[in-house]
């Protein structure tokens, strides 16, 4: 096995993709993409790529604390596992962290631009590797799936909300301005997905937006979505909801995860997701 090398440059980024798209078998077609999206991250990040024969690891600090750091992918191909590559890559990445000033290591998502929340608890021997390493299981976090095939239809509810003055629209020109009023609302993290997702949609009235659906800041997941708290009743959710699906299904996309819920029971009653996929998050102090 060679030494840990860094591989932020873009030749190193393209052999990272190659490793993540043979390893990640449970996101068959998207590792490629999950490397390119961590390795553009909001602006001030500090983040690395580091690499071995056939392995990879990403790991960035955390925008909120400057005391932790996260390892936000790590990736072994099939037949390069069982001779300590993984190991040796979450040990590289932890001493990277400890550099730049971390006394924690995450393995769980560092929002807004994260592949994960966490481990998938079917990646079964990643989740034994944190915890052979020292890692504690703090918290747990789960998708639902929407399947694609349902009927998606909001045409009656668009005339509905019509004539109650509201007008539902994909954001073009006017993303700035949607992700401006995520950021008063809520936080900059969602008006970072908001602004960089591949789509986004708002309702507003009188010229005062209502609420936003974003999906595609995180490849091929639905997320974030929120309601103004004096327009919640409306049924915004529901249409913001479903015209985003309706577009990653037009994308190609035969299903939709529904990235870190929380509640589970709209997103049932609205498109009939199902919560499937688990996460476990991890954490391990640095000495």
């Known amino acids: 096995m060679s030494s840990v ?16 798209e043979a390893a990640l078998t449970l996101d068959a077609g998207e590792g490629a993409a999950l490397v390119g999206h961590l390795s553009r991250p909001p602006a001030g990040r500090r983040w690395t790529a580091l690499a071995v024969d056939g ?9 909120k604390d400057p005391g932790v750091g996260h390892l936000d992918l790590l990736a072994v191909r099939p037949e390069a596992r069982g001779e300590g590559r993984g190991r040796t ?15 924690q290591a995450r393995i769980a998502g560092n929002p807004p631009c994260y592949a994960w929340p ?8 990643a989740a034994c590797l944190a915890e052979s390493l020292g890692y504690e299981r703090y918290h747990v976090a789960w998708n639902m799936t929407a399947d694609l095939s349902a009927d ?18 994909a954001a073009g020109a006017d993303r700035e301005r949607v992700a401006a009023f995520v950021q008063e609302h809520w936080n900059e993290r969602w008006a ?17 937006i209502l609420g936003f659906a974003a999906w595609g800041a995180r490849p091929a997941w639905f997320g974030p979505m929120g309601t103004a708290p004096d327009a919640r009743g409306l049924g915004l959710g529901r249409v913001l909801l479903r015209r985003c699906l309706a577009e990653q299904r037009a994308a190609g996309q035969d299903s939709a995860q529904i990235g870190w819920v929380g509640p589970l029971r709209f997103y049932s009653r609205a498109v009939g997701a199902r919560a499937e996929r688990v996460f476990w998050l991890y954490r391990r102090d640095l000495a």
């Open 5 to 20: 090398k860094a591989a932020v440059d873009a030749a190193g980024l393209a052999e990272a993709a190659e490793v993540a």
């Open 55 to 63: 392995g990879v690891v990403m790991a960035s600090m955390s925008d």
């Open 89 to 103: 890559l979450v040990r590289a990445a932890e001493e990277w962290l400890r550099e730049q000033g971390a006394r």
């Open 118 to 125: 966490g481990i998938d608890v079917r990646y079964t021997a």
């Open 152 to 169: 998606l239809s909001v045409e009656d509810d668009l005339a509905r909300l019509e004539k109650a003055g509201v007008t539902v629209r």
């Open 192 to 208: 970072w997905e908001a602004a960089t997702g591949a789509g986004l949609h708002y309702a507003e009235r009188d010229g005062e």
